[in-house]
């Protein structure tokens, strides 16, 4: 019977399987009030697991991405321009609506472990302070930022390296660093087996300290994001129909597929064979326009899940009456770019990433598990948005008005 069960539990997929267990937290919590506080090392144990992959998550993507994209020309540029700009616009947007709407104002969430770190915050220095002194404590200490700077580093330097004289050396190299991504993944994946369990041990403490009320009040945070993806999809149309022939109405019924698709597997990498064939044969764009832009511009953009990570570490610290100014809104607005980039196109990649935004502005991350109940609904917006983000760029450099 048991043996039934447990086979049928494994074959539901991974986001009903999150469902139950917040369904099953959400009792249990209900039931132990605050002895559900043993829940504890449960909970810490997966964060435990999450910061462990997420840093070599970061450093491999950085270093793959800029080992293997072929980016040369003035479409390149233009490319560039276009994605980054989008970024910024998406995770403006996102701080925006997060401002105003303030969503953690509706949310109290039980005070963290251990004290919150309410030391001045100075960007330069504190920025500053986390560029490694050597190669190896950033792999040492499991340090987000650091890692990020080498990782960006060695990757234009190879690329430099590549371009005089050691092709071959570094086509072996990419090889590995390949495997090591591939690896990571594989270990992501087995971690993510154990994620409705981590929602059950997190529910139920949360319920157990502070009732219901929370979890509910987080919905506030769910409508918040989707309306910043909503205006950041409006934003896409007026940019096609100011900078490209193709009409926005045209545009989104001929990516469609590329957006259901994108929906349904959370993973804009899973959907790139068919955003492509959107783009060639039902937006008429040329083969090296798409390579471009969706096998380049793919492994870069991810606009959704840059808004995103600003918005949840805003959304944290207004639940936890921390209020972060513009400075520090700043820092969470660069960092968001740098994690998106590294959020390979892989369900909740950009949930793990995550870790490095709240590191830089010092929000515990204790509370990060909290959002993941919301994570299989809220991945699967922003990863449409991030096909959408690819696509609109294609068509952009693809057909300029004349
Ligand atoms: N699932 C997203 C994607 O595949 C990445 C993320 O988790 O934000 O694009």
């Not at 998406?90 to 997060?98: D, E, F, M």
């Not at 899973?270 to 798409?290: F, G, I, M, N, W």
Request: glycine content about 8%; aromatic content about 8%; hydrophobic content about 55%.
């Amino acid at each position: 019977m048991t043996i039934v069960i447990l086979d049928a539990y494994r074959r539901l997929p991974l986001f009903v399987r999150i469902l139950l267990g917040a369904a099953l937290g959400i009792a249990v919590g209900a039931a132990m009030g605050r002895h559900a506080e043993s829940f504890k090392p449960f909970a810490d144990l997966v964060l435990k697991l999450l910061r462990l992959l997420a840093t070599p998550l970061i450093f491999l993507s950085i270093l793959h991405s800029l080992l293997t994209a072929e980016i040369r020309g003035r479409s390149a540029g233009k490319l560039a321009w276009l994605l980054l700009s989008n970024t910024c616009v998406a995770i403006a947007l996102g701080l925006l609506v997060v401002n105003l709407l303030a969503p953690g104002g509706h949310v109290a969430f039980p005070p963290p472990s251990g004290p919150l770190d309410k030391r001045p915050f100075d960007p330069v220095t504190d920025l500053l302070g986390k560029i490694p002194a050597d190669f190896v404590s950033p792999f040492a200490n499991n340090e987000v930022i650091g890692l990020i700077v080498v990782g960006v580093a060695l990757g234009l330097a190879l690329r430099a390296l590549r371009a005089e004289e050691h092709e071959a050396r570094i086509g072996t190299l990419v090889g590995w660093v390949k495997l090591g991504l591939d690896l990571t993944m594989k270990l992501l994946h087995w971690l993510f087996e154990l994620v409705p369990l981590a929602v059950l041990a997190i529910i139920a403490r949360v319920v157990g300290a502070t009732g219901i009320a929370p979890l509910l009040n987080m919905i506030w945070f769910v409508a918040s994001v989707a309306l910043a993806l909503a205006l950041m999809a409006c934003f896409y149309a007026v940019r096609l129909r100011l900078s490209s022939t193709v009409r926005p109405g045209r545009f989104f019924r001929g990516a469609s597929d590329a957006f259901a698709l994108a929906f349904s597997t959370a993973s804009s990498a899973a959907t790139l064979p068919v955003t492509y064939e959107c783009a060639t044969k039902k937006l008429d764009v040329r083969e090296e326009s798409a390579s471009l832009g969706i096998l380049v511009g793919g492994t870069f953009n991810h606009d959704g899940t840059a808004l995103y990570e600003a918005m949840a570490a805003l959304f944290v610290s207004q639940a936890l009456g921390m209020h972060l100014p513009l400075g520090h809104q700043i820092v969470v607005a660069l960092m968001s770019i740098i994690a998106s980039v590294g959020a390979a196109g892989i369900p909740q990649a950009g949930f793990v990433t995550m870790i490095a935004v709240f590191s830089a502005v010092r929000l515990p991350i204790e509370y990060i598990p909290l959002l993941l109940p919301l994570d299989w609904l809220l991945d699967r917006c922003r990863t449409t948005v991030n096909v959408m983000g690819d696509l609109v760029s294609t068509c952009i450099v693809d057909r300029q008005p004349t």
